[in-house]
Nanobody, 126 residues
Framework: QVQLVESGGGLVQAGGSLRLSCAVS????????MGWFRQAPGKERSFVAA????????YYHDSVEGRFTISRDNAKNTVYLQMNGLKSEDTAVYYC???????????????????WGQGTQVTVSS
């Protein structure tokens, strides 16, 4: 069974930075594409960023492109989301997720992910 645990959320002023971490337990972490999603109050969960199994390919939602960076350390079974230039609209619960699907076109869809963490709150004050 794959388990994901996020950490690193908190309260930050607009323009500030946070780094989220997602520790993954269970075998074959290297076989999973990893993604970050977020859900703001009253809104549906939405795609933020994702990375391939090797970490060489990354994908971003337009709203975070150039401000957020996703990375993974396969030796530590951990995926990260470095968030810079935070805005109030980035306020949400952030979830990491693991996908065993190989289709690049599916990587932005939450339905493509098999396992989810419990989420970590990010609040950006303006």
């Amino acid at each position: 069974q794959v388990q994901l645990v996020e950490s690193g959320g908190g309260l930050v002023q607009a323009g500030g930075s946070l780094r989220l971490s997602c520790a993954v337990s269970g075998p074959t972490f290297n076989n999973y594409r990893m993604g970050w999603f977020r859900q703001a109050p009253g809104k549906e969960r939405s795609f933020v960023a994702a990375t391939s199994t090797s970490g060489l390919s990354t994908y971003y939602h337009d709203s975070v492109e150039g401000r957020f960076t996703i990375s993974r350390d396969n030796a530590k079974n951990t995926v990260y989301l470095q968030m810079n230039g935070l805005k109030s609209e980035d306020t949400a619960v952030y979830y990491c997720a693991a996908s065993s699907q190989r289709s690049a076109s599916a990587i932005r869809r939450s339905s493509a992910y098999d396992y989810w963490g419990q989420g970590t709150q990010v609040t950006v004050s303006s």
